[in-house]
């Protein structure tokens, strides 16, 4: 068709004016809210016409063929509601629904049918489309109602899948934290355990933050807690899955650097990606509560409460597990721990909060916290110290990351 020969109110580029206004054809592109597909001139002219005197305040793009709908849709940046002829030069049929569903999932759709085609409109309907409409009987008020139907039924249908996906999510997630954070297996009273858990500023995710405390038969009391690279359901799985092997080393009598080169040998074997490492910390507690070993892997330091007050204790680190699979060495520390009435282990959630411009809490930082509340032990010691520093980052983003804090008195009440 030439462009003399053009029904009057198409524009060149099959761009129709947006109704009441002759605003630039790069204007109407930039912000559509209606699509046309359809290849015939006609029944788009009359489609132009009822939809001026539908009142409907919406610009209207026209498209020839599926190819060039698919390409608009793919560019577009904006709520659209599609009227689909379902005869087209490339496609024919349902297919032309699931092709456009496909291109631009948040799209209305409305299908425009010809005469004794109810039944593809419905069948339409089933396949994804909100609504048809029958190109006889098409009139002002039967186009806006369709319009306006099909768009809140789609946002209606997006918000219940994102209501479904959040549901499906928080239960995930409720499983993998059980996973994470389990209930601690002692076997007397000369222990007591306090933990937390809060996860980061993006509260859908949880990260790989993992602890675990342990008594064995003997009275020796193990715990661990690590971090492993990275947030989504992949690294908490993989926080699971080491402290769950963690748990279980102990209970089969693995312990010490034996016991963290088993770990990395299971996070090398179940990563995702060779990229991803994990931090940890592991200590044993002697039965008669006189001697503390430790072993850090990448990990923080942790709080230690004597008769003198609450210190960080930062014993010489090996390298995260990981990054040097099969070469790295971990230092054991001994100390003796007759003085020692509570240990506060933690992730580096923690102490990474901003707190002033340029300036994080760091573990000096979180040391000073530790020590104002020192007059407060087991939970209340911990949440006090975890709703301080969260006061403190809150003008500067919060608690970004997860942070997991596993307090353990050794005298059973601190």
Not at 5 to 17: F, T, Y
């Amino acid at each position: 068709m030439s462009v003399a020969d053009r029904p009057l109110g198409i524009s060149e580029r099959g761009v129709m004016p947006r109704l009441g206004t002759s605003d630039p054809l790069w204007e109407l592109e930039a912000a559509p809210a209606l699509l046309l597909v359809e290849d015939d001139a006609g029944d788009a002219l009359l489609v132009r016409e009822v939809l001026a005197d539908s009142g409907l305040p919406m610009g209207i793009t026209w498209c020839k063929s599926l190819s060039e709908a698919r390409a608009f849709l793919q560019r577009s940046r904006h709520s659209v509601c599609v009227l689909l002829d379902l005869h087209l030069p490339d496609t024919h049929g349902l297919s032309a629904v699931r092709l456009v569903r496909d291109a631009s999932p948040d799209a209305a759709v409305v299908v425009l049918t010809g005469v004794a085609e109810n039944e593809a409109g419905l069948a339409a309907v089933a396949e994804g489309a909100q609504d048809f409409l029958s190109k006889d009987g098409l009139g002002p008020e039967t186009l806006s109602r369709a319009v306006r139907y099909a768009l809140q039924r789609k946002q209606v249908e997006r918000s219940s899948a994102e209501l479904q996906a959040s549901r499906l999510l928080a239960q995930e997630n409720a499983r993998l934290e059980r996973g994470l954070l389990p209930t601690p297996l002692l076997r007397g009273d000369g222990c007591a355990v306090a933990s937390r858990y809060s996860p980061g500023r993006d509260h859908a995710l949880l990260g790989g933050d993992f602890f675990d405390v342990v008594e064995s038969a003997d009275g020796t009391v193990h715990a661990v807690i690590g971090d492993v690279s990275g947030h989504g359901a992949a690294e908490a799985a993989l926080g699971v899955c080491l402290r769950v092997a963690w748990r279980a080393a102990v209970l089969s009598g693995c312990v010490g650097t034996e016991q963290v080169r088993l770990l990395e040998e299971i996070l090398g074997a179940e990563r995702a990606a060779d990229y991803i490492f994990a931090t940890l910390t592991i200590l044993r507690l002697s039965e008669d509560r006189s001697r503390l070993r430790l072993i850090r892997a990448g990990h923080p330091g942790l709080l230690v409460r004597t008769s003198g007050g609450i210190d960080l204790l930062e014993p010489p680190p090996g390298p995260a597990l990981g990054l040097i699979p099969g070469l790295a060495r971990w230092p054991e520390t001994e100390l003796p721990a007759h003085d020692i009435s509570a240990l506060t282990l933690f992730t580096d959630g923690l102490f990474e909060g901003v707190v002033a411009q340029d300036r994080r809490l760091g573990e000096e930082g979180l040391l000073e916290v530790a020590r104002k509340h020192m007059g407060l032990h087991g939970r209340p010691f911990v949440d006090a110290v975890v709703d301080e520093v969260a006061e403190l980052t809150a003008a500067h983003g919060g608690l970004a990351d997860d942070v997991a804090v596993l307090h353990l008195a050794t005298d059973g009440a601190s």
